[in-house]
């Protein structure tokens, strides 16, 4: 699976978020932007899916911004990735095995299931609050 810039630049627009949280704060587009050093633009259409995905909040007005939907500890980067990302399929047979005529009998088959799998358990696994941890 290769991160796109979707999954790359919301990890960390969700990690400043949770840091900025933690003081209590919402956080604007613009003030994330100037932080991240990333477009706002670009960072406004993140968070259309991340608060469809309900791992952040949106408050409208004046005094408006982005919280995190739950705690820290309760979202994972998965979560973060399959809001952004979709699926972390490494090839197209494991989302559907219908896409491919020979994933019946395919001995690579498993591997690509299992590989994906190892993927998502260990995005699943790292928590938003341990990444803000980190320096």
């Known amino acids: 699976m290769m991160v796109s810039t979707k999954g790359r630049y919301a990890l960390r627009l969700m990690i400043d978020i949770a840091k900025q949280g ?9 003030q994330a932007a100037e932080r991240e050093d990333l477009s706002v ?5 993140l968070g259309g899916a991340l608060v469809k995905a309900e791992v952040l ?3 409208r007005g004046v005094s408006g911004g982005y919280l995190l939907a739950r705690p820290a500890d309760e979202i994972t980067v ?3 990735l399959r809001a952004t990302e979709g699926s972390s399929a490494p090839v197209a047979c ?3 095995a219908e ?3 020979r ?4 001995s690579a088959r498993e591997f690509w299931v299992g590989l994906d799998k190892a993927i998502e ?3 699943d696994s790292v928590k938003l609050s341990d990444l803000v941890k980190r320096p």
């Open 22 to 30: 933690e003081a209590g704060s919402l956080v604007t587009m613009r």
């Open 41 to 45: 633009k670009y960072l406004e259409q």
């Open 57 to 59: 909040k949106s408050i």
């Open 78 to 80: 998965g979560d973060i």
């Open 94 to 96: 494991v989302e559907d």
């Open 99 to 101: 896409k491919c005529q």
């Open 103 to 106: 994933s019946e009998g395919c």
């Open 121 to 123: 358990s260990y995005a």
